[in-house]
């Protein structure tokens, strides 16, 4: 009888036992099942909510289908890549062309993104028109100072509604390091005032957007060091700037994370606020001239290559997490590697892979690497 019961006990513990595992395992199911579709949903502009808006640069046909959904899920702010740039909205000096950029803001609208403009001024795409006068011979300086303040007032207060942010001049300090303003003709027909101005217009025609100055290489220090003296000039001479636009096509080589920290620093320190304004990273080293594919250049996605895009990425948003009190914003140039401008910049049909999302628009493991992160970090303070 004694020898029953025990067994008859026996099998109850082990029913017990076997009742609660399951139903601990299929607990634990469902709770992995629950997260993996929390992070589906879940975009960047969600895993960086506390910290600054996700954007990325745009062009007509990117608010259409899969891309557009991309769009709607993994961000918060948009940069039209081209279609607001001088050229394209103003192609003559009485014509403006605003389907595309229209199109674009009515995107944003509907959607609930916001809008950095880009750009009101730049030495390239400006339809000549702005530096001619109808006989082909060079403006003077009223008369440019004249047609970029049209420009601006024509542009600027069409989109006050949904543009937070502008680039207002873009890429004004030479190339060659021993100057430190770009020879244009900007510079050469109204000097230095041509930055002034343009600043004083935008504000102007639009009191509540941010001011941006935006340049390339602006984290190597000889470069970093003239674009400093740019914003100081434009500061002591009471230029209504409210940033700087640091435009972020790195690579796989660099910025080192101490020329990056230092950079951050030093921009801070004028009181401006910092965006990262057109981040990729490339797999190859930075080349300023436009050149045709080398025999025997190779152009595919190594694991290799793979592995340290994902060590650089990881790198530059532990350090953008870090200085969340000063970067208000992040902006990735293109959306996927289906097409980016660095597929044909510098080498032509040379393809590169610079961005968080693959040709088929799914996350890379790059993308999983940017949104690794649990606890909130400290904070660099201007």
């Not at 403006?139 to 004249?146: G, I, P, S, T, Y």
């Not at 920290?261 to 190859?284: C, F, H, M, N, P």
């Not at 530059?316 to 590697?337: A, H």
Request: hydrophobic residues 35%; negative net charge; aromatic residues 12%.
């Amino acid at each position: 009888m004694n020898s029953l019961k025990i067994l008859q006990k026996s099998v109850f513990i082990l029913a017990f036992a076997a009742a609660f595992t399951a139903c601990k395992s299929n607990n634990d199911s469902d709770e992995k099942e629950a997260n993996t579709e929390e992070s589906a949903e879940m975009g960047l502009k969600d895993y960086y909510k506390d910290y600054f808006p996700m954007g990325v640069a745009v062009a007509p046909n990117s608010i259409e289908g899969e891309s557009a959904e991309l769009i709607k899920t993994e961000y918060n702010s948009i940069t039209p890549e081209n279609v607001m740039k001088m050229g394209p909205i103003h192609p003559e000096k009485d014509k403006f062309y605003w389907n595309d950029a229209d199109a674009l803001a009515e995107f944003a609208r509907e959607n609930n993104i916001k809008m950095r403009g880009h750009a009101l001024v730049w030495h390239q795409q400006t339809g000549g028109w702005i530096f001619e006068n109808k006989n082909g011979d060079q403006v003077n300086k009223e008369e440019l100072l004249k047609r970029m303040k049209n420009h601006i007032d024509s542009v600027v207060p069409r989109y006050s509604d949904i543009i937070y942010a502008w680039d207002v001049v873009n890429e004004a300090v030479a190339d060659d390091s021993t100057k430190v303003y770009r020879e244009s003709e900007w510079l050469e027909i109204a000097g230095k005032d041509y930055l002034l101005k343009a600043f004083e217009y935008a504000r102007e025609a639009d009191p509540k957007a941010k001011l941006f100055y935006n340049d390339y290489n602006a984290i190597i220090p000889e470069k970093r060091d003239r674009i400093i003296e740019l914003l100081k000039f434009l500061q002591e001479n009471d230029a209504p700037i409210d940033g700087v636009g640091i435009q972020g096509h790195w690579s796989i080589y660099g910025p080192s994370e101490e020329e990056l920290r230092k950079a951050l620093d030093l921009y801070s320190e004028l009181g401006l606020e910092i965006q990262i304004t057109e981040l990729d990273v490339s797999l190859y080293p930075w080349e300023k001239e436009r050149r045709e594919l080398k025999k025997g250049e190779s152009d595919e996605f190594t694991p290799e290559l793979e592995q340290k895009q994902i060590e650089a990425y990881d790198m530059f948003f532990r350090v953008f997490r870090d200085y969340k009190d000063v970067i208000t914003g992040v902006t990735f140039w293109n959306i996927s590697d289906k097409y980016s401008w660095l597929d044909t910049y510098p080498v032509e049909a040379r393809k590169n892979y610079p961005l968080l999302f693959d040709e088929n628009f799914e996350r890379k493991k790059a993308y999983e690497k940017v949104v690794e992160f649990e606890t909130q970090p400290e904070t660099k303070t201007p």
